[in-house]
């Protein structure tokens, strides 16, 4: 320690200003804790400035842009000029500092102060903020650490050089790809499929090292029959062997179902994986515990092996996923605070604001049976849904699976136009542990795409009003 | 790591208070050695350790109750892999554990599936806020959803799920009326209430009373005072009962309804019930066939002490094939005591009074007279064989004498 240092005195000190970390932040002034916000880059963290938000605007985009041949059914002006990515591009930014000075200005009311720079652990209970040349040491009682993960090229992928591209880096791309490779097979995968397919590009899915997609195995079905019929082609169990990046292409070798393949494209999305973010935060120096991929170790209040240093969101095992961040971010304050929180990701949905849209929550119908259980599944497809019809949306269906032997709901899975929307129904339904008279009791609007909800309920009786009966 | 719970020891117990730890962080242990030494409704357990490896950490403070499935403290597993490796080894072994008593247990896919308790998140929320596990509730609806009113219902220390309340009409009656005190009916009393139902319910019960002269025993318990030796009555029963019992063995015996059979035991292990502050318990004097009257004497002396000190251990009050309730110094002079089942029958002493008795030159002595009674299964045994049994019984304590030719 230098001799004459001086060190400032900080109650809760929160590391990384993403959607986990703010929240955190927030939830602590909200319960009357004086606290330190560290952010080295923008508040809001790479979901608001590089993943959700920016990925959504163009996921939106691309809807619209699908609807302007229903539009031309409808008589309305649609379909002249082309498509201006640039346009697109500034108002993702509009977006994106729209809702990041809406975070500023949260923080400020709140009185959480934000504190920009670098920030690594100096010993058990402080830590050192570096800001250009300026470093100030921090003594705190409490620390949470938000660092987020970032996403990393699997082994063998070359350097990129501007072709290949990771998910922090394909909404910034100022060209609209001609043909786009898709590499992986997670939900920001179909994401950037479906909405560079519907703005214009020639996309190419490659299932990196799976079989199908990782949904219910009714969704896969129709994901895979509405991909056919864009004609996005979907190679399974694929693995790039090689990747080279040349005078307006990428070139890849790869195998896919056993075979040798080669292909050339204008870009190459590679999914990749997630590293947590630790590598600066000097954890190993008073043995703080992580797992052998670096992910930071928590109790169920989000403790850290350190009883005073907390972690949350992408540091820590588990979905990574914002929501998660958000979830634990305001559990661990609570707990700090001297509540009794509580984390549970049982009935976390699964959302892909792909076209159509996928959410999904609780058990899968395969995942029931392995179980053993009694169950009764039933399938509304939104072809016999009045405003599926109206608004030409009529791909995909709701999928209700419930336990036969109590009637308790234990999945519900959709891939439709409202299914992300209608998601919040769905786990709600699951944490109220209810029964299938619980979905079928309350009165829908009508017509909207809830009564497809409502139809999958009531055709487990094989009583929903507008499906065939079974022969 | 492996989480160390409080577990049910057996007798349905529902909490435990923590006596002390046998271990402390940082100690090695092997498989089935005692970590923890817990205070049940009944007795004091030793909780052993589930594999082998270094005590991490003691969660649970010495001298606090807390409910079975708390975790009382973790152990790190042993060998050279990786904590990594650990944790998925003692995760997927919990899970299978608990997977599968519970899978057992309340025969709900759903539960173990999720390994989640049907409840919304509010009733969570209360459950947390009150330090309550919410898998220790017992759900009252049956499909198994843990309600709000549960979690209440647990709190206030009554497990079963109530009835509903009674009409508005005696509800606005009792209303006026002052509001009774409250025993909480759980543990120990709970346990009782539980056998006795379970006995009274299946064993067709036959009493009879009967009188004893106690004379001659009390002159020579006297006799042997004198000489330096002090043995209990209880202690002569005993001896007195095993004998009487090795020539009546159908009372020192089990019924196998199931399979057609009365099992005759062979094993003379006598239950001494005990009064204590919570209630009956019932200690027992092991192979006292093959005990003289003197150790007799002193295993009744350290059972009671260990009862009335709530120290018994589990092997302490089980097996026992014939029960004594001992009520004499408390008064009374007939009762129609409840069999402890299995068990064929039990038999209850009175008081001992002076009385006037004619002896056997017709002249009225004062002599020591008590009264007991006798109940039995009428199911395995008739009236005439339960009277004979107490006939032998008696010749044996009005003679003590007779006690000497049955010694080994």
Redesign the interface.
């Known amino acids: 320690m230098v001799v004459g240092e001086i060190s400032q005195e900080r109650d809760l000190v929160i590391i990384g200003g993403g959607p986990g970390g703010y929240s955190a932040a927030i939830r602590a002034a909200q319960l009357g804790l004086p606290v330190t916000l560290i952010e080295q880059a923008d508040l809001g963290g790479v979901c608001l400035n590089k993943g959700c938000i920016p990925s959504k605007v163009f996921t939106y985009a691309a809807k619209k842009q699908a609807e302007t041949s229903h539009m031309q059914e409808l008589g309305l002006p649609a379909g002249e000029g082309t498509f201006d990515l640039s346009k697109l591009l500034a108002y993702k930014s509009k977006v994106t500092e729209q809702l990041r000075k809406g975070v500023e200005a949260l923080c400020k009311a709140n009185k959480v102060e934000v504190i920009k720079g670098k920030a690594g652990f100096t010993a058990e209970d402080r830590i050192g903020v570096e800001n250009g040349h300026q470093f100030d040491i921090y003594v705190f009682k409490q620390a949470i650490i938000a660092t987020g993960s970032s996403p990393v090229l699997p082994e063998g992928l070359p350097k990129k050089r501007g072709r290949i591209l990771l998910s922090h880096e394909i909404f910034d791309l100022e060209e609209m790809p001609e043909h786009l490779i898709v590499y992986g097979h997670d939900y920001i995968s179909l994401e950037v499929a479906t909405s560079f397919h519907a703005l214009g590009a020639k996309v190419t899915i490659l299932l990196e090292q799976a079989a199908d997609f990782p949904f219910e195995q009714s969704v896969t079905k129709e994901l895979n029959r509405l991909l056919k019929k864009k004609k996005i082609k979907v190679m399974k169990d694929a693995l790039i062997q090689s990747a080279e990046e040349a005078e307006g292409e990428v070139r890849i070798g790869f195998t896919a179902g056993g075979k040798e393949e080669q292909m050339a494209a204008s870009h190459l999305f590679v999914a990749g994986s997630r590293r947590p973010n630790v590598q600066y935060l000097g954890l190993k120096r008073f043995g703080i515990e992580q797992t052998e991929e670096g992910f930071v170790r928590v109790n169920g209040n989000m403790q850290t092996s350190v009883p005073s240093i907390y972690a949350i969101g992408d540091v820590t095992e588990g979905p990574l996923l914002a929501v998660k961040a958000i979830k634990q971010g305001k559990a661990a304050v609570e707990a700090i605070a001297g509540g009794k929180p509580e984390v549970d990701v049982t009935f976390l949905p699964t959302i892909v604001h792909s076209l159509p849209p996928i959410a999904s929550a609780g058990l899968t119908e395969q995942q029931a049976r392995e179980m053993g259980m009694d169950l009764r599944t039933s399938q509304f497809a939104l072809g016999g849904n009045g405003y599926a019809m109206i608004t030409g949306k009529k791909d995909g269906f709701v999928k209700v699976i419930s336990d036969a032997s109590n009637e308790i709901v234990a999945g519900i899975h959709m891939i439709g136009e409202g299914a992300v929307e209608l998601s919040s129904t769905f786990v709600q339904l699951l944490e109220m542990a209810a029964k299938e008279e619980d979905i079928k009791f309350p009165a829908y609007a009508h017509p909207s795409f809830n009564e497809g909800l409502l139809e999958a309920a009531e055709g487990l009786i094989g009583q929903a009003i507008h499906m065939a009966p079974k022969k | 790591m492996l989480e160390v719970k409080l577990h049910d020891i057996g007798e349905g117990m529902t909490e435990g208070e923590i006596l002390h730890y046998l271990v402390k962080p940082g100690d090695q242990v092997i498989a089935d050695q005692p970590l923890v030494e817990v205070q049940t409704d009944k007795m004091v357990a030793e909780l052993p350790s589930p594999g082998a490896g270094t005590v991490k950490e003691i969660v649970v403070d010495t001298g606090t109750t807390v409910q079975v499935g708390t975790t009382l403290l973790y152990i790190e597993g042993e060998g050279s892999q ?3 490796a650990e944790e998925k080894k003692a995760a997927k072994a919990e899970t299978a554990q608990s997977a599968q008593p519970e899978a057992k247990e309340r025969k ?3 539960i ?3 390994n ?1 308790v ?4 509010y009733t ?2 209360i459950a ?2 009150h ?1 309550i596990n919410i898998e220790d509730v017992t759900p009252s609806d049956p ?3 843990v309600t709000e009113e549960d979690v209440y219902r647990f709190l206030k220390g009554d497990q079963q799920p109530q009835k509903e309340a009674a009409s508005p009409e005696a509800t606005a009656v009792s209303a006026q009326q002052t509001t009774p005190d409250e025993i909480p009916f759980r543990g120990m009393r709970k346990q009782i209430a539980k056998k006795m139902t379970k006995s009274l319910f299946t064993i067709p019960h036959v009493t009879h009373f009967d009188e004893v002269n106690m004379t001659n025993l009390l002159k020579l318990r006297e006799e042997l005072k004198a000489a330096g030796v002090s043995v209990s009555v209880p202690a002569f029963f005993v001896k007195a009962l095993v004998i009487a019992l090795k020539d009546f063995p159908v009372f020192n015996a089990e019924l196998d309804e199931e399979n057609e059979k009365i099992l005759l035991k062979k094993d003379y292990h006598i239950g001494m019930a005990v009064d204590t502050e919570d209630g009956l318990i019932v200690p027992v004097v092991h192979d006292a066939d093959k005990k003289s009257i003197k150790t007799i004497h002193e295993d009744i002396k350290r059972l009671n002490e260990k009862a009335r000190e709530g120290k018994l251990k589990p092997a302490d009050i089980q097996n026992s094939t014939f029960t004594v309730s001992n009520v004499g110094p408390l008064g009374s002079i007939g009762a129609t005591p409840i069999i402890n089942h299995p068990e064929t029958a039990l038999i209850a002493f009175h008081k001992t009074k002076k009385v006037p008795l004619v002896n056997e030159n017709d002249e009225i002595v004062i002599g020591h007279v008590m009264t007991l009674s006798m109940s039995f299964d009428h199911r395995v045994a008739d009236g005439a064989t339960a009277v004979a049994f107490t006939n032998r019984f008696a010749s044996l304590i009005e003679q003590p004498n007779k006690l000497m030719l049955e010694m080994i």
């Open positions: 990786t904590a990594a709900q896919a759903f173990s599936s999720f989640r049907l409840a919304t998140p969570r929320k947390r806020d330090n499909s198994g959803r």
